[in-house]
């Protein structure tokens, strides 16, 4: 039985994908002159907001991360929490089961992009990106949290929606559940389980 869960933020409690893409293409042709496809730019998902930039040639990566970040609350009102995420945790909840989050944003993104949906009070704990010095796909976020709520790796479970994810629960040695809601696809990506809807992690506890 998993004691504690823990939730990537974009593409698995919340749906951004539309918001932080398009946002994102804009700062791109606008720092690059470069017109990108969402499937061009789909590697962002997962990882810091730097690190996007980093690979896509940016070098002025704080400026610009602030910059995408303005651009981002443009198209904010698209974002969404997926469907049935909030009856999921309040049933987690009820059974005493310890909620957690390890997200690629830093505690600004969090307090200005997640805060406001009220979520926050479901989580016992939360490791931001700043609140390490590597990053998911690097184990050390998962790590982190293991280390600050003391839970044991073997009844501990990671949901989350890229292979970044993936790679980051299974070299810290926990289980990875694949959240296909926002994933959309398996392919490349080995893991513990699929779940297609966030109501199967209650049954996950169950097992």
């Not at 392919?187 to 506890?205: F, H």
Request: charged share 25%.
């Amino acid at each position: 039985m998993y004691n504690y869960v823990i939730f990537d933020i974009d593409g698995t409690i919340l749906d951004t994908e539309f918001a932080v893409l398009s946002s994102l293409q804009k700062l791109v042709l606008e720092e690059l002159n470069k017109d990108f496809s969402f499937e061009e730019l789909r590697f962002a998902l997962g990882i810091p907001g730097e690190a996007t930039l980093n690979k896509l040639g940016i070098t002025n990566l704080s400026q610009s991360n602030e910059k995408w970040n303005k651009y981002l609350k443009e198209y904010f009102h698209h974002v969404k929490v997926f469907d049935d995420i909030k009856d999921t945790l309040d049933e987690l909840s009820e059974m005493g089961i310890s909620i957690g989050i390890v997200t690629s944003k830093n505690k600004e993104e969090f307090i200005n992009d997640f805060v406001p949906f009220g979520l926050s009070n479901y989580f016992n704990l939360v490791v931001c990106a700043d609140d390490t010095k590597k990053h998911k796909p690097d184990p050390e976020p998962i790590l982190k949290f293991i280390e600050l709520s003391g839970a044991d790796k073997s009844q501990t479970i990671y949901i989350g929606d890229t292979k970044y994810d993936m790679d980051c629960a299974v070299s810290a040695g926990v289980d990875f559940a694949l959240a296909l809601w926002g994933a959309k696809s398996s392919k490349g990506i080995n893991v513990n389980y699929i779940l297609e809807n966030p109501k199967q992690i209650i049954e996950l506890i169950k097992i």
